[in-house]
């Protein structure tokens, strides 16, 4: 493998290049590091919610900013994930910015929101059911039929296992993304504190997820937080203002070893903001993490 204008470049079995991209969310405090280190930033990735109600100039400077490097729509208010019909005036605004900025994709939480006419202010993990699968997959047509393209399925990060679940999370997002016949952005933050609060391990965890599915991931950090009550236990908390810690990395390694396809990496970084060379760092071990899979995927193949 060798790395070819920041992105990096493995071979497939078939002597085909995979050309995998690292990049960053769009933060605007994080503007003038990203315009001074552009050379080293594959893709930028923008949060289409703060932007729903973005005037016309701020609309030419995201066009702008697409111009110099392909931006990805990130999208986290819809709902997709409810049993109820996701709100029509999202997947509209949403459309508006697809049709303005042209982005490579766009993508969306499995995750419902609001209940009702009530916001409940997160993104909260559903039942895990065959009627939740159907509920969503609905969800994710109507999206499509709107905007125009299948949004990018991600996976969350919960506190609690959702009560009545009938399928494990990597079943569900298998089923889901199986049936509505769309890409996955696989947070795999989200899945490594989801593992360690229920007791599994992330990389077989991982495994069961659709891992040719696989087009966006994103990487971030949290800390750990006590259980409620007395409990001696505490539970890892997603909370986007931590570094990548060294077993996501290592997850991307083994991510990198299955999944043949070419990857779009993110780096998630929401406060706690440190300089810039610390996520150009980050940045880096992330190609490094791909670079180690793509150059021992053969050694899988061998085993077998």
């Known amino acids: 493998m060798e790395a070819v204008a920041g992105a990096a470049v493995a071979v497939d079995k078939h002597h085909e290049p995979i050309r995998d991209r690292v990049g960053i969310g769009w ?5 003038a590091g990203i315009f001074s280190n552009i050379e080293q930033i594959d893709i930028l990735e923008v949060i289409a919610d703060d932007h729903y109600r973005a005037p016309s100039t701020m609309l030419r400077a995201l066009r702008t900013l697409a111009a110099h490097v392909p931006i990805t729509l990130h999208g986290v208010g819809m709902g997709l ?31 419902f929101v609001r209940a009702g006419c009530i916001e409940i202010g997160h993104l909260a993990a559903p039942p895990r059911t065959a009627h939740n699968v159907e509920a969503a997959i609905a969800n994710i047509e109507r999206a499509k039929n709107l905007v125009g393209s299948y949004p990018l399925l991600e996976n969350i990060a919960t506190l609690i296992n959702p009560p009545a679940s009938s399928l494990d999370e990597g079943t569900w997002v298998s089923e889901i993304i199986s049936g509505s016949g769309t890409g996955l952005l696989l947070d795999l933050h989200n899945l490594y504190a989801n593992a360690l609060n229920f007791g599994e391990a992330p990389k077989d965890v991982l ?32 909370d986007h203002v931590h570094d990548v810690p060294a077993p996501v ?26 300089a810039f060379d610390s996520l150009l760092n980050q940045i880096s071990a992330a190609r490094d993490a791909l670079r180690l899979g793509r150059s021992t995927a053969h050694l899988l193949s061998d085993a077998a």
Do not use: C
């Open 27 to 31: 933060r605007g405090k994080l503007a």
């Open 81 to 111: 994930a409810s049993t109820e019909p996701a709100q029509v005036d999202r997947m509209e605004k949403m459309a508006r910015l697809v049709d303005a900025l042209q982005p490579d994709s766009w993508s969306e939480h499995l995750a």
């Open 207 to 238: 495994r069961r997820f659709p891992l040719d599915k696989v087009s966006v991931v994103h990487l971030s950090g949290g800390h750990w937080i006590p259980e409620p009550g007395n409990s001696p236990r505490m539970r890892l908390l997603d």
């Open 249 to 274: 990395y290592s997850l991307l390694t083994t991510l990198a070893q299955h999944a043949r396809q070419p990857l779009t990496v993110i780096l998630e970084r929401d406060g706690n903001y440190p």
